[in-house]
């Protein structure tokens, strides 16, 4: 059985860089058949896809948030990373990460197992 768990801080300053950490178990984040995404949802807002990190760590980013956006991996623990600079309150926002099959090499945009969320506050 496959898990994502979110960690981090919950409450962040404006102006701070977010860092937040997924890690998974019950398969790698090589495997070449996933991919590996974060994704956020504002209150009372919809999903906002952040960006995503291949099987061979390339990496993929909304348009959104590239400037201010990265994301790593630590094969070595299974996790990959998030983190968003020049946080501001609209930043705000439950933070997800989530795995998404391949078709062959072609992303499905869908997604099979997802954490559970974490609540990141941007106040001062």
């Known amino acids: 059985q496959v898990q994502l768990q979110e960690s981090g801080p919950g409450l962040v300053k404006p102006s701070q860089t977010l860092s937040l950490t997924c890690t998974v178990s019950?398969?790698?984040?090589?495997?070449?058949?996933?991919?590996w995404s974060w994704i956020r949802q504002p209150p009372g807002k919809g999903l906002e896809w952040v960006g995503v990190?291949?099987?061979?760590?390339?990496?993929y980013y909304s348009s959104s948030f590239k400037s201010r956006t990265s994301i790593s991996r630590d094969t070595s623990k299974n996790q990959f990373s998030l983190q968003l600079s020049s946080m501001t309150p609209e930043d705000t926002a439950v933070y997800l990460c989530?795995?998404?099959?391949?078709?062959?090499?072609?992303?499905?945009?869908?997604?099979?197992?997802w954490g559970q969320g974490t609540q990141v506050t941007v106040s001062s």
């Open positions: 989530a795995r998404e099959p391949l078709e062959g090499s072609v992303r499905t945009g869908t997604y099979d197992y």
């Open positions: 019950g398969g790698s984040i090589a495997t070449s058949n996933y991919t």
């Open positions: 990190i291949l099987h061979d760590g390339r990496t």
